[in-house]
């Protein structure tokens, strides 16, 4: 093409959160925009609805607005050629009934203003009141292009009676490059990762009672005992999965204090993503965490709190191994073992699976560069 097509496209999403998989998520759709926006002669130039616009802005050099503030949202979405919702796990009702309204408004707002909608690899549900589903069904079908994350959400928008197409594609997140970040080795932190493997362990709250940090640390000891492995504890929330990781660290007690180490304050998803690419076999909680390791072809242990968990180690055809509710840490324990020896045979049989959901993470950004050039063409 002699010409570039410059679209301007509002980003909406739990972003500037500090959650390093949301991050993620929005990191990964901006790379994959700028890729297939190149591939197509079109010069996407983001606008991302954040909680915190000027530090989003800071470290994605993009344009922000904040997210609460309807004025700026307004704005945003007025100046820009068209809005994408996700992904991640918007229109879902467990953490709070607000959460649809509010995605939902966002895609509203950009359908009045006559501007296209595009729905980016998200994960929908679980959908508790029923009432949702006409708001979600409603605006779906205004939306050009519809994309969720697995199997299970098509579904449940089926059983909603979305009448538009729905596609199934990776989380984004697969398909995010390392970049040029320098990992911090464990050995800066006192404990040699080159000689030692490095099993990195991403935990969040969920029991009211802790039983499930207790469990994890009951298979840490298992593991270190028999091992010559180090521990790597991977924050993904902050600060809320520092703190429980030092929870669990503590019940590990001072015999292992000088085999663990924290991945403090790391932020940007990259960067973490690095981090991820150290280990040898990843035990995680946080849905992000485990596909980082899928992405970077990392053995990992899925303890499962949400249907999120399971649908994707279904896409590896795996399971998880322990959930909250039922967390037997001897399994946890002998499944980290088995797969400390059998990495490699691991890396192997996941290869093509892993490869095939990288280049699909790139499908909905192509789908929206191609709505653009078809509009362009039509002209």
């Not at 950009?110 to 949702?132: C, D, E, N, R």
């Not at 594609?169 to 080159?194: I, K, N």
Request: hydrophobic fraction near 40%; charged fraction near 25%.
């Amino acid at each position: 093409m002699d010409t570039v097509i410059t679209k301007r496209i509002v980003l909406s999403g739990y972003y500037g959160f500090d959650n390093s998989g949301d991050e993620a998520v929005l990191q990964s759709i901006l790379l994959a925009l700028e890729e297939q926006g190149k591939a197509s002669g079109i010069r996407f130039v983001p606008v991302v609805l954040s909680i915190q616009p000027e530090k989003t802005s800071r470290t994605y050099g993009v344009e922000s607005a904040h997210r609460m503030r309807l004025g700026e949202v307004i704005r945003a979405i007025r100046g820009a050629d068209g809005l994408i919702s996700g992904g991640g796990s918007l229109l879902q009702d467990a953490t709070s009934a607000k959460t649809i309204p509010y995605y939902l408004a966002i895609l509203k707002i950009a359908q009045w203003l006559g501007k296209p909608t595009f729905v980016y690899s998200q994960g929908i549900g679980p959908v508790h009141k029923k009432m949702f589903f006409g708001w979600i069904r409603s605006t779906f079908d205004k939306s050009q292009y519809i994309s969720v994350r697995d199997q299970e959400s098509k579904q449940l928008l089926q059983r909603m009676k979305v009448g538009n197409e729905i596609a199934v594609v990776p989380d984004p997140v697969m398909g995010m490059p390392m970049g040029s970040y320098d990992v911090q080795r464990v050995a800066a932190a006192g404990v040699d990762s080159e000689v030692k493997p490095v099993i990195g362990v991403s935990v969040r709250y969920w029991n009211q009672d802790r039983s499930e940090l207790k469990a994890l640390a009951e298979a840490l000891k298992t593991v270190l005992d028999n091992s010559e492995t180090v521990i790597r504890f991977l924050p993904f929330h902050l600060p809320s999965d520092a703190a429980a990781s030092a929870e669990v660290r503590d019940h590990l007690g001072e015999a292992y204090r000088s085999r663990i180490t924290m991945a403090d304050n790391v932020v940007h998803p990259q960067h973490m993503l690095a981090e991820v690419s150290q280990c040898a076999v990843l035990i995680g909680m946080r849905l992000h965490s485990l596909i980082y390791a899928a992405s970077q072809a990392v053995p990992m242990i899925g303890i499962s709190y949400d249907p999120k968990i399971d649908q994707f180690l279904n896409r590896l055809r795996m399971t998880s191994v322990a959930t909250t509710e039922a967390f037997q840490a001897k399994t946890v324990a002998n499944e980290t073992l088995r797969l400390l020896k059998e990495r490699d045979s691991w890396r192997e049989e996941k290869r093509e699976l892993i490869h095939q959901l990288k280049n699909e993470a790139q499908f909905p950004a192509k789908a929206i560069a191609s709505f653009y050039l078809k509009a362009e063409d039509s002209r």
